[in-house]
């Protein structure tokens, strides 16, 4: 095999550049890289967003947003989900983890909150940890009973 016989790589779409075989082969010498700097050198390279020594660009932007570590995450159900899941039915007595095995709830790490959202006409007693005024306003007409959680 000799250089003007050479075929290019099974699946490739052009022969292989040869670089460094001497200036007739047109990438001889330098093996075109050019002439002397970081990107001419062995393992030469910038890290990505490296603008020469210029502040980068992720550097000079502001940075924004805030995320409070206070905030408190609650899992919520609403009296609409209560109305019309088939397995939760009139006189029941919803403990949280009941709500975790019925899978209303997802979490228990999170409290759970319930909002008034829809209609009840089931009387149920339903332990959570918070609940909104008119919630407990509608658990109550509908019959049933909020057990706050404190």
Do not use: W
């Not at 947003?65 to 905030?71: D, L, Q, V, W």
């Not at 008034?116 to 007409?141: C, N, Y």
């Amino acid at each position: 095999m000799n250089l003007h016989n050479l075929e290019k790589p099974l699946g490739s779409k052009k022969k292989p550049k040869r670089v460094g075989r001497g200036p007739g082969s047109g990438s001889g010498k330098t093996c075109g890289k050019g002439q002397k700097g970081q990107k001419s050198r062995s393992g030469g390279k910038v890290r990505r967003g490296f603008e020469g020594g210029q502040m980068p660009l992720y550097r000079r932007l502001p940075k924004f947003g805030f995320t409070n570590p206070n905030a408190v995450t609650f899992s919520i159900i609403n009296l609409s989900t209560l109305e019309n899941r088939s397995d939760v039915a009139s006189g029941e007595v919803l403990t949280k983890n009941l709500l975790k095995e019925k899978r209303i709830v997802r979490n228990l790490n999170h409290p759970i909150k319930l909002l008034a959202d829809g209609t009840l006409t089931k009387s149920l007693k339903i332990e959570v940890d918070k609940a909104s005024q008119t919630a407990l306003e509608k658990v109550k007409a509908a019959g049933g009973e909020v057990l706050l959680k404190v």
